[in-house]
């Protein structure tokens, strides 16, 4: 419990991150990005707590854990909480309900870089009127160092007092905090909150908002209409990484070989979540801002405009469907050029190509990069009865000539024929083989893993392979009947309408389609199938939680999935590629 505040602040930032919200700009003081400096390597902001707290209470997972039937579950799930907590009570200084209740306006959390040394964390957010429970927990900090030999020492700064904790024998082992207007400062470099307390003063200097790539990231993070993000993040990897490795000589060559791959060309990541707006359930955004023109492994990325509808093939009652379009021979030459650079001319041919062909009786360039037309497909899919692998998956790549594809398929099957198995279904062909854990006496557990059988197939233009037999017998079934594909389902139209809407005049590289109807259906299927309830109990003998969770479903049974069914809406996501760098966005569908 060297540094209790610290670890209670990333509490908070963890508990943050389950819900979602608006901005609180405060009058009294400049926000997050104003107050730490230009050289901030990695920040994480929630712009109001309160305010998350009632964003997160009116989406999908909020609304499901305050429904009527509901909440006797979940309120059974915190007390047990509670009551866990009590044996720390006393060390922390208040109860759990209090602890989460301190933040009471801006959180954040950063590293930022330091002079010398490794960076420094930095941790400050408003207590509001919270102030007495946030003593309490100082004072309980503070005994628990003085225990351990820590000295202490205070400074002032812009007339706020800075309080400096020294760690008995280890002068570079510090924690120092401020208490200014109802807002906690805390880091383990005084110098660090030296510099806050004096830009909050009004000394000018480049703070983290005059960060053009901070700022560039954070405009393309704001909702779909310019709704405000609840929570910001960013990160600096490469310049955080090689900080933190400051005198380490293995780890730097590490990352000067990363360079040489041109992977520092990744200038920084950042995002938002942006929660309960009034079309959207939550909006999710991811911004990788990369130096223009690429190099190395950045030239790789080749997302292209090209068709995304789902395939004839893909059913209708597929939990997600994800598509892409790539320049699969970009992608290759680069690949081929970085392995010659590094290991040697023409070493790609003659320890790959060789080595490939010689296995396999594969020539990877004639019989399977030629042959990828660019497109790629990836399906998730529910098999019941629910089981913990219930999700399948297909990986489908469409290819240019299926017949020369097949050939090779037929010929690579002939070399593994012990393991594959020649089998057809409806017409097709196809090679599957068993795999997968074994259970009691070398035996699959059947009522809670699914065995996988993976199989590998050329179906009408595309390679597909998955790992459920199942999975792919229904696409043959679909393939047959266009009115299963799921390019008719209305939920599926209405997502793709929205993602047509979203990019723009970038074109997207790739979509993606969900249902978290399908994912919650499974969870609550195996969370109340009587075996699981029994394997629970079981587990329950020994262990706390499962105790807690295997009592809460014993006193407070769950209501009919159709209860929980009600919140849940599709969603969807979309890869845009521009000068910039690559955007990622997600977003779900709120239900009325």
């Not at 939990?319 to 392995?339: G, M, P, Q």
């Not at 489908?396 to 690579?412: E, H, I, M, S, Y």
């Not at 047509?500 to 074109?507: F, L, N, P, S, W």
Request: aromatic content about 8%; some cysteine.
């Amino acid at each position: 419990m060297v540094n209790i505040l610290r670890s209670i602040a990333v509490a908070a930032a963890a508990a943050f991150f389950l819900m979602n919200t608006s901005r609180a700009a405060d009058s009294e003081r400049p926000g997050a990005p104003h107050l730490l400096p230009a050289e901030t390597l990695a920040y994480i902001r929630v712009a109001n707590m309160p305010e998350l707290v009632e964003k997160f209470g009116n989406t999908a997972m909020g609304r499901i854990a305050a429904d009527q039937q509901v909440q006797p579950f979940v309120g059974d799930l915190y007390r047990s909480a509670a009551e866990a907590f009590q044996v720390i009570e006393d060390r922390v200084g208040v109860p759990l309900h209090e602890l989460l209740a301190i933040p009471q306006g801006e959180l954040c959390l950063a590293l930022v870089a330091a002079e010398e040394g490794t960076p420094q964390p930095v941790v400050f957010f408003d207590v509001g009127d919270h102030l007495f429970a946030a003593e309490q927990v100082i004072e309980s900090a503070e005994t628990a160092l003085a225990a351990q030999g820590a000295t202490r020492t205070t400074k002032s700064v812009a007339e706020t007092e800075i309080v400096i904790h020294t760690m008995a024998g280890d002068r570079q082992r510090r924690f120092a905090y401020f208490v200014r207007d109802g807002v906690i400062g805390l880091s383990s470099d005084e110098d660090m909150l030296a510099q806050v307390l004096g830009v909050w003063n009004g000394d000018e200097v480049n703070s983290l908002a005059d960060n053009r790539t901070f700022t560039a990231i954070m405009k393309r993070s704001v909702g779909f209409k310019e709704e405000p993000p609840q929570i910001t993040w960013y990160v600096d990897p490469f310049s955080l990484a090689k900080r933190v490795t400051r005198g380490n000589f293995s780890a730097q060559a590490g990352i000067s070989l990363l360079s040489g791959l041109g992977l520092n060309g990744v200038k920084a990541i950042g995002g938002s979540l942006i929660l309960a707006t009034d079309e959207f359930d939550g909006i999710f955004h991811v911004h990788a801002m990369l130096e223009n023109p690429r190099n190395g492994a950045l030239k790789m990325i080749a997302f292209e405009a090209g068709e995304v509808t789902p395939e004839p093939w893909v059913p209708k009652d597929a939990a997600s469907y994800t598509s892409l379009n790539w320049n699969v021979d970009k992608t290759y030459s680069e690949l081929t050029r970085l392995y010659d650079t590094f290991r040697g001319e023409d070493a790609w041919k003659n320890q790959v190509l060789q080595q490939l062909r010689k296995s396999l009786d594969v020539d990877l360039e004639k019989d399977i990069i030629d042959q990828l037309e660019g497109r790629a497909t990836l399906v998730q899919w529910m098999q019941r009865p629910a089981r913990i692998n219930s999700r399948s998956m297909l990986v489908a790549f469409k290819l240019k000539n299926p017949d020369q594809a097949r050939g090779t398929l037929d010929r690579v099957a002939a070399k593994f024929s012990e393991r594959l198995a020649r089998k057809t279904f409806g017409g097709a062909t196809y090679y599957q083989t068993v795999a997968g854990g074994r259970g009691r006496n070398g035996q699959p557990d059947a009522e809670i893993v699914r065995v996988p059988t993976p199989c590998l197939a050329v179906l009408g233009d595309y390679l597909i392979m998955t790992d459920n037999e199942k999975l792919f017998e229904q696409v043959v079934i679909t393939k047959s009947d266009a009115s299963l594909s799921l390019a008719n389902e209305l939920d599926y139209k209405l997502i793709a309408s929205k993602i047509q809407r979203q990019q723009g005049e970038t074109k997207a590289g790739m979509i993606s389609f969900h249902r978290p109807e399908e994912a919650f259906r499974t969870m609550y299927e195996l969370a109340t199938a009587s075996s699981t309830q029994s394997r629970l109990a079981t587990a329950a003998e020994n262990n706390g939680v499962f105790r807690a969770l295997s009592g809460a479903l014993t006193n407070n049974p769950l209501p009919p999935f159709a209860v929980v069914a009600r919140y849940l809406a599709p969603g969807g996501a979309l890869v845009t590629d521009d000068e910039t760098g690559i955007h990622y966005t997600a977003f779900t569908l709120r239900r009325e």
